[in-house]
T-cell receptor, first 110, second 115 residues
C-alpha cells in the first residue's frame, strides 16, 4: 500500500537552513504537500508542488522533488524559533485520500 | 477570512458519556473530513463527506459517527467514549473529491479528554 516516510526529528541552530526529507511510494500522486503543525493546533498548509515540477520556491521555503526516486524535501532558509513545529509530508494518490507521513519534529536552537 | 472552525477547542467527557464535536467552514468546500490524531502521530482519517455522501474508513470503530446537515457544518459523534478515544480531533475541508488533487484546509482541532 501507500507509504510516506520521514525522519522523526531534526535540530538546527537559529539562522541555519533546515532540510526535511520525505519519501513516498505512489507515482500517481499529482501533487505533494507540506503541512506544519504547531503545538495544540491544526495542520497549516505550507506549500505544495505539482508532480511535473522539480522545484518550487516560496519566500524562505524551497521544495525539491525527485520524481524518479520519489523523494521530496522542504528547505527552510534562515530558520527561526517560530519555525519549531512538526512538519508533515503528504501525498494524494489518484482516487484515494491523503496519505500523511509520520511527521518530522523540527527543533530550533538559539 | 474564510476558514475552518472547530468547537470547542477542549472537551472533557466521562467514560461512556456521548460527546459531539462540531466543525463549520466558510470556504464553501464540498468535502469535509474528520481525523483522529494521537500524540506524536500523523492524523488518521476516520471518515469524510463528499457533498452528502458519507464515506467511512474500514477501520473506523462503530463508536464513531458523523452528521452533515448542510454544506457548512459537520459533526463527529462518539457514542460511548473509551479511554483510548482521548485524542485531538481534526476537521478538514477541500474542494472536489477523490481523484481531485486539492489541498485540505484544517481547523485547529478539538482536544478530547476522557475521565
Amino acid at each position: 500500500g501507500e507509504d510516506v516516510e520521514q525522519s522523526l526529528f531534526l535540530s538546527v541552530r537559529e539562522g541555519d537552513s533546515s532540510v526535511i526529507n520525505c519519501t513516498y511510494t505512489d507515482s500517481s500522486s499529482t501533487y505533494l504537500y507540506w503541512y506544519k503543525q504547531e503545538p495544540g493546533a491544526g495542520l497549516q498548509l505550507l506549500t505544495y508542488i505539482f508532480s511535473n515540477m522539480d522545484m518550487k520556491q516560496d519566500q524562505r521555503l524551497t521544495v525539491l522533488l525527485n520524481k524518479k526516486d520519489k523523494h521530496l524535501s522542504l528547505r527552510i532558509a534562515d530558520t527561526q524559533t517560530g519555525d519549531s513545529a512538526i512538519y508533515f509530508c503528504a501525498e494524494l494518490p489518484y482516487g484515494q485520500n491523503f496519505v500523511f507521513g509520520p511527521g518530522t519534529r523540527l527543533s530550533v536552537l538559539p | 477570512d474564510a476558514m475552518v472552525i472547530q468547537n470547542p477547542r477542549y472537551q472533557v467527557t466521562q467514560f461512556g458519556k456521548p460527546v459531539t464535536l462540531s466543525c463549520s467552514q466558510t470556504l464553501n468546500h464540498n468535502v469535509m473530513y474528520w481525523y483522529q490524531q494521537k500524540s506524536s502521530q500523523a492524523p488518521k482519517l476516520l471518515f469524510h463527506y463528499y457533498d452528502k455522501d458519507f464515506n467511512n474508513e474500514a477501520d473506523t470503530p462503530d463508536n464513531f459517527q458523523s452528521r452533515r446537515p448542510n454544506t457548512s457544518f459537520c459533526f463527529l459523534d462518539i457514542r460511548s467514549p473509551g479511554l483510548g478515544d482521548a485524542a485531538m480531533y481534526l476537521c478538514a475541508t477541500s474542494r472536489g473529491g477523490q481523484g481531485v488533487s486539492q489541498p485540505q484546509h484544517f481547523g485547529d482541532g478539538t482536544r478530547l479528554s476522557i475521565l
